[in-house]
């Protein structure tokens, strides 16, 4: 059900919702000075000298791998990583597409917060912009490496390369501009250079980032027919090249084959689990598993990703296996990516935490009735704005806010996990996402124009029309 404010009523809230957060803010910027003003004394102590790996799978849905109790076996080495750790069932991408989610990743803070969005036309311009990541404000791999870990990052899409400052703060960082099909690659990438910067003796911190599972639905030989026996048929991806148009009838196909990748990701990733076990590091090293946003077929009558905030787009998987996680949990408590940089920073000891908006969700002190927030939606053409769209899921209630900030559509995730049937919006909730939505932005984000080749692999990944 949608409920439409007056203009009054509307105006309202939102004054109360922005006065409140500019309290907030105001009352924590002592704080940011306090805690960035520390870096000099971090460094690591015996306990510390642990390792992280944080593995980012593309446009990865939570509910098509197993052990989020998916009916297709696409996901065996990652089911058996799950069930030596902990897995939060209702983890949320905070923005629906790879630009603003990596972002929040990187730093910790909302979409809002960090303002690194995309793709924007300036008035009277032929060109398109995306922001980068403002240089400035805290990252994983600057405040692990300031920590003394070695960091590298192994990244397989064009939005995360350097003029998106996304490789500060890295000793190693390599972007494969289009990496679809490099899972095998990337992972012994990895490996050589865990192996090569073994003589450092100091801990490592690595990305990987994986492109696979993003279009096209296109999986290497074996698993092309894991799931199909017909294979691809040369059919990789919705939109026919020569009309430029788009079947409906093709998803049950499509589906298929987006499964066989997943499961041609999750091979390489039993090799790379593997390979940790073999040389002892398993136990000294902390695996973490998310995604950047998931993928509609359907769903809710669109296809891809960062059009809308509906489960299909932000419901991603997050598990965490390694030294000091609970083998076997399986957590209800509701989480975003926001919260990894807190609960990486915390879990490996490392004292200084910058202000962000996620929270360390290893601590126990986390309740199921917080809220998440999201946003960020991209434009379905690059001549085109993005829609206002917000959202915010607390406990088992989401409420998306629409159009011109004044429709709400709410849904209850235990009884409507597809979001088919809305309820009735109340106040509370109406604040809850305009309360996100006035949050005043930190980052100050500096425009980039996509040079020509990015262009055109923007342009075949579908971003830009
Ligand atoms: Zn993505």
């Keep these: 059900m949608y409920i439409r404010l007056s203009g009054r009523g509307l105006f ?7 006065l409140l957060v500019f309290i907030m803010f105001f009352l924590s910027c002592g704080s940011v000075q306090d805690q960035t003003s520390n870096n000099e004394n971090d460094s690591i ?16 849905r939570a509910d098509h791998l197993s052990c989020y109790g998916y009916f297709r076996n696409t996901s065996p080495s990652i089911d058996s990583l799950a069930a030596s750790g902990t897995l939060w069932q209702n983890a949320y991408a905070q923005s629906p597409w790879t630009l603003p989610s990596h972002a929040t990743i990187w730093t910790g803070l909302s979409v809002r917060s960090h303002g690194t969005v995309g793709f924007f036309r300036l008035e009277n311009d032929e060109g398109i912009r995306n922001y980068a990541l403002d240089p400035s404000l805290p990252s994983l791999p600057v405040l692990f490496g300031q920590a003394g870990y070695r960091t590298c990052g192994i990244v397989n899409v064009t939005l995360l390369r350097d003029e998106y400052n996304f490789d500060i703060g890295f000793d190693h960082y390599s972007c ?18 865990v192996v090569s910067d073994s003589i450092n003796l100091k801990p490592f911190f690595c ?7 993003h279009t096209p639905y296109n999986p290497p030989d074996d698993f092309d027919l894991m799931f199909t026996e017909y294979g691809s048929m040369g059919i990789t991806a919705w939109f026919d090249e020569e009309t430029g148009n788009w079947d409906p009838g093709k998803s049950d196909h499509l589906l298929k084959l987006y499964d066989g990748e997943i499961a041609w990701v999750d091979y390489n990733l039993g090799r790379l689990f593997e390979w940790l076990r073999n040389d002892s590091l398993a136990e000294n090293t902390l695996v973490v598993i998310t995604s950047d946003h998931g993928e509609e077929f359907l769903d809710h009558g669109g296809i891809d990703h960062g059009h809308t905030l509906y489960q299909e787009l932000i419901h991603i998987p997050l598990i965490m296996s390694g030294p000091g996680i609970e083998p076997g949990v399986v957590s ?11 609960t990486l920073l915390a879990w490996a000891g490392i004292e200084n ?19 998440i927030p999201g946003s960020g939606v991209c434009p379905r053409s690059w001549d085109s704005f993005a829609p206002h769209q917000a959202s915010v899921v607390t406990g088992s209630i989401k409420t998306i806010i629409l159009g011109e900030l004044e429709s709400f559509i709410t849904y209850d995730l235990v009884d409507d996990p597809i979001e088919t049937r809305p309820q009735e919006t109340d106040s509370m909730h109406m604040e809850k996402v305009l309360f996100y939505w006035a949050s005043p932005q930190l980052g100050l984000p500096e425009p980039v124009f996509p040079d020509y080749e990015s262009l055109d692999v923007l342009r075949d990944l579908g971003y830009i029309k």
Aim: aromatic letters at 6%.
């Design 332 to 342: 209800p408590i509701p989480v975003g990516q926001y919260d990894i940089l807190p």
């Design 353 to 371: 935490m910058p202000m962000v908006d996620g929270s360390d969700i290893l601590s126990g002190d986390i309740s199921y009735s917080r809220s």
């Design 176 to 193: 494969n501009l289009a990496g679809h099909g490099q899972a095998g690659a990337s992972v012994d990438s990895l490996i050589s250079w």
């Design 12 to 18: 309202s809230l939102l004054s109360a919702a922005v």
């Design 45 to 60: 102590g015996e306990n510390q000298k642990r390792n992280v790996i944080l593995i980012i799978i593309d446009t990865l």
């Design 207 to 213: 990305i990987l980032h994986l492109y696979d599972v």
